[in-house]
């Protein structure tokens, strides 16, 4: 019994050595990768000009306080879903980008990682492989390492706008090695401007010839008789000419007319790409107050059949057909009455998005995004418990400026339900809570549709499939409609579901890092148990002058 228990505590003292240079080898492993990690993307973040460190500054102060605000490990990493949240919000709320490959995905748990962003792997497959190296290490990011990663993805994206503007010099009959006075520089944004809009179509332009030259300027010879728009996107590259002028106006020489070189016209461009999204948005704001005309009520609802009966002298005629929005959500149907369309969600939706090129898409902001931004800014964790986030709600700057109470006695009701499925606690980004703020900002956030389809709400997927009804089917449509009142309705009561999705809660891991740490402090404090036992009986056998064993050799066995 005694000669077991001590081959026994032999065997735990190899396995033993043998668990702490695996953790060894591992914690050496992945420091590799997050160094591999932070060369790539060093190489793209870092090699672009001096204003990158700036910019790099600015995403920090954007992102820190939502990096507090996602689940993170032990170590303060966050995992793939985390850092995928937080690229796409990014993205989405400073500058109206929609990455290809990191479309919203609704509450599809089966979601693409920031390694699928189109633009990484086309411009930055050593980004690819360290990112992916990172997902199979289940190394997670820090911080720094999400900062970088956004600070990349950007540079790549500028990158393409540098070479549309090459585009544009050709365009307009101009070398980029020319001295352009200002009307020539602001002809050279217009050009910029129109083939950034063109999207997809770009890739055929930016390889202009004589033909596609002449037809350019005939294009912009028409829109500028035709005014309206044109007016608008012709101011947008003035302005951007004089803030780079008042910037500049200690380097520029005030007596002489001033000259702009292509270093100077690229740095106009990128703010041109940077702030686009922001300038753009103002057409999705007159879209909404259109469609808030028409529910006078704020209940964040139109009526499918005011919605299609638009005079045809509105500023706006909507006309997407039931499939689609449906499909993306911003339908909601009852079982008796006429349906309605959800504003947010079809103001989100792909219809209202331009600029769709193979990398990015440029889209209404969220609102919606803003808000709940600031619940991460004041929440500072990944849940929070709903007296706090009723007296978060209450102060946010979208709520309405009379003070109208934003939650009813049921509203509040539901979120102390959702709290209770949760030990307590309401995870922010879960879909009960998306769905509680959808009720409690009906005109700001969307409806968290059930996608089951992760790439449904791309706009590059509805490029080559039909969205728009026709007059006769709108028609039609009309003359079956019923209308009921809205105070008929509970659309809280009807339409709230327990339905749970939490969409940056991972996959469940096996081996998890802590479970391997646990394990190995079981396994000491069975070693120790063991030798306890061990030495007891080692201790009898010396007495009864059996079973000795050269301390040299014992010893070798427990060497590490």
Not at 4 to 28: E, F, K
Not at 159 to 178: C, F, K, Q, V
Not at 181 to 203: H, P, T, W
Not at 276 to 282: C, K, N, T, V
Request: aromatic share 8%.
């Amino acid at each position: 019994m005694v000669f077991t228990l001590h081959w026994s505590s032999v065997d735990a003292g190899i396995h033993l050595g043998s668990s702490l240079r695996g953790l060894a080898h591992r914690v050496t492993h992945n420091d590799a990768v997050a160094k591999q990690l932070k060369i790539s993307l060093d190489a793209v973040v870092l090699g672009g000009d001096q204003s990158s460190m700036w910019r790099k500054t600015r995403i920090e102060q954007a992102l820190w306080r939502s990096f507090q605000a996602v689940p993170k490990d032990r170590r303060g990493r966050a995992a793939p879903r985390a850092v995928r949240h937080l690229v796409h919000t990014y993205f989405a709320a400073e500058h109206g980008w929609l990455l290809s490959g990191l479309e919203p995905h609704g509450m599809n748990v089966n979601m693409t990682d920031v390694h699928q962003v189109g633009i990484l792997q086309e411009r930055a497959p050593a980004i690819v492989e360290a990112l992916l190296e990172t997902s199979r290490s289940k190394l997670g990011l820090s911080f720094s390492d999400v900062v970088s990663v956004v600070a990349a993805v950007e540079r790549l994206i500028l990158d393409e706008s540098i070479a549309l503007l090459r585009a544009a010099y050709t365009l307009n009959y101009r070398e980029s090695d020319e001295l352009l006075d200002e009307r020539s520089l602001i002809n050279v944004l217009e050009s910029y401007l129109m083939v950034f809009e063109q999207g997809a179509k770009a890739n055929v332009v930016a390889k202009a010839n004589v033909s596609t030259v002449e037809q350019h300027q005939k294009i912009k010879k028409v829109m500028a008789e035709r005014g309206a728009a044109w007016a608008d996107l012709s101011e947008f590259a003035q302005d951007a000419t004089q803030n780079y002028a008042y910037s500049h106006r200690d380097a520029l020489n005030p007596f002489v007319p001033p000259r702009y070189s292509f270093q100077a016209s690229s740095q106009i461009v990128e703010d041109l790409a940077l702030s686009y999204g922001q300038w753009q948005d103002a057409e999705c704001r007159r879209m909404k107050s259109e469609l808030m005309k028409l529910d006078p009520k704020n209940t964040g609802r139109v009526a499918l059949s005011t919605f299609y009966s638009q005079p045809k002298n509105a500023v706006y005629q909507f006309a997407e057909s039931v499939d689609y929005l449906r499909e993306v959500g911003a339908i909601e149907e009852l079982s008796v009455g006429d349906p309605s369309v959800r504003i947010a969600n079809y103001i989100l939706s792909p219809t209202n998005c331009i600029a769709t090129s193979s990398f990015f898409s440029v889209c209404c902001l969220s609102e919606c995004g803003q808000l709940t931004g600031e619940v991460e800014h004041m929440v500072k964790a990944p849940s929070a418990f709903p007296e706090i986030l009723l007296g978060i709600v209450g102060n946010l700057s979208l709520v309405n400026s009379d003070r109208e109470q934003v939650v009813s006695s049921e509203l509040e009701a539901r979120l102390y339900s959702i709290a209770a499925l949760h030990a307590g606690k309401v995870p922010l980004h879960g879909r009960l809570f998306a769905q509680w703020m959808h009720f409690a900002f009906p005109l700001e956030c969307p409806y968290p549709h059930m996608l089951q389809d992760s790439m449904s709400l791309s706009p590059a997927s509805w490029k080559s499939r039909e969205s728009t009804s026709t007059e006769e089917q709108r028609q039609k449509f009309n003359e079956e409609s019923a209308v009921i009142a809205d105070e008929d309705i509970n659309t809280l009561a009807v339409h709230w579901t327990d339905d749970e999705v939490m969409p940056l809660q991972e996959p469940f891991e096996a081996r998890s890092f802590c479970g391997a740490v646990a394990r190995g402090a079981a396994q000491l404090m069975m070693m120790a148990l063991v030798l306890k036992t061990a030495a007891g009986g080692l201790a009898g056998l010396r007495r009864s002058g059996y079973g000795y064993v050269q301390p040299e050799k014992e010893l070798s066995c427990w060497t590490v």
